[in-house]
């Protein structure tokens, strides 16, 4: 990658991270998606300053002929296109090499969730994962946490100690773009979350006895960021999984996102209290689980009226 190229890249992601607060992995997301546009553009002898309309469409319809998701090239447009509205603003560009370029239309798949028999087994499985009483409080947290807030896996891991201080009904959660709501905690996540404190604040002072540093994370851990990854949550609940008797397949932190939003809305929460639960900007995000609702609906009634056509 040549130096000018890299530049632009370096300010743009800068600019992201500074005034729009956008979250790590939104970061390392559109760097990646723009070192391969650059890598397309090096092929082709040309940098960033010097895109035409034609050269982005050009790369858009390679994308394709890789056999990239819709998605993925969705997204990679997403990332040009901001870059160039930032160099316009910027005055690197005089034009916006971007405008009126329309990316492949993502097809709204419904999102796929679990049952609530299936969660409460992830549950009582997590329960007794771990080679240590700890270990076993720890994932018992994590999942009563999840389960009882929605939260995204990102929000879960970078939870401070603080937020669970006092027995709290309700946690603070900063979400995208820094946003912060409040999510209220079930009696389970409580119980949960006060064992796993009492625990770790106990393991957090035997260490500091030793030389450590204490951790401001709720689930601390040795890793660069100071806290359980989402890489090793990740591979936690596929356990979960495999214990519960599921396939880890079909297991994973988001569908657990899923189940909470499916799950409320089938017992008769109000759409716009999921959306704020949630940490959804626009209420058309949450509309997707009506969908998940009327579907599931659809397959009780085809697999268990007494007048289906079971031919």
Same mark, same amino acid.
């Given at each position: ?20 607060? $956008? ?33 982005? +469409? ?58 609530? $028999? ?7 499985? #997590? ?67 006060? #064992? ?6 106990? $393991? ?61 809305? #089938? ?27 009327? +579907? ?11 007048? #289906?056509?079971?031919?």
């Amino acid at each position: 990658m040549n130096p000018a190229t890299a530049r632009w890249i370096s300010a743009f992601l800068e600019a992201q991270s500074a005034e729009l607060d $956008a979250a790590e992995n939104t970061l390392l997301a559109y760097g990646r998606d723009l070192k391969d546009f650059a890598g397309f553009l090096a092929a082709r002898g040309q940098g960033f300053e010097a895109v035409e309309k034609p050269d982005i +469409e050009a790369y858009v319809v390679s994308c394709e002929a890789q056999g990239l998701a819709v998605s993925t090239r969705a997204r990679r447009l997403s990332a040009i296109k901001q870059l160039y509205r930032f160099a316009f603003e910027e005055g690197w560009r005089t034009d916006n090499p971007g405008l009126r370029i329309t990316g492949p239309g993502r097809a709204r798949t419904l999102p796929k969730t679990l049952s609530e $028999a299936e969660v409460s087994r992830l549950i009582e499985a #997590a329960r007794s994962h771990g080679r240590s009483e700890a270990e076993r409080v720890r994932n018992t947290c994590l999942m009563e946490l999840l389960y009882a807030t929605g939260m995204r896996v990102s929000e879960l891991v970078g939870l401070p100690a603080a937020a669970g201080r006092g027995d709290p009904r309700m946690l603070l959660v900063r979400g995208k773009g820094g946003k912060e709501r409040m999510v209220p905690l079930s009696s389970p996540a409580r119980v949960a979350l006060l #064992a796993w404190l009492k625990l770790r604040d106990a $393991a957090q002072e035997t260490a500091q006895k030793k030389g450590g540093k204490p951790s401001a994370f709720l689930f601390p851990s040795t890793s660069r960021e100071g806290h359980l990854t989402r890489h090793r949550f990740h591979g936690l609940i596929k356990a979960f999984a495999v214990e519960a008797g599921l396939s880890p397949e079909a297991v994973t932190p988001h569908r657990l996102r899923h189940a909470f939003a499916t799950h409320l809305l #089938a017992h008769g929460a109000d759409l716009r209290a999921i959306q704020t639960l949630l940490g959804h900007a626009d209420l058309s995000t949450t509309e997707i689980y009506t969908h998940v609702l009327d +579907e599931r609906l659809k397959v009780l009634v085809l697999e268990h009226h007494p007048l #289906a056509d079971k031919g």
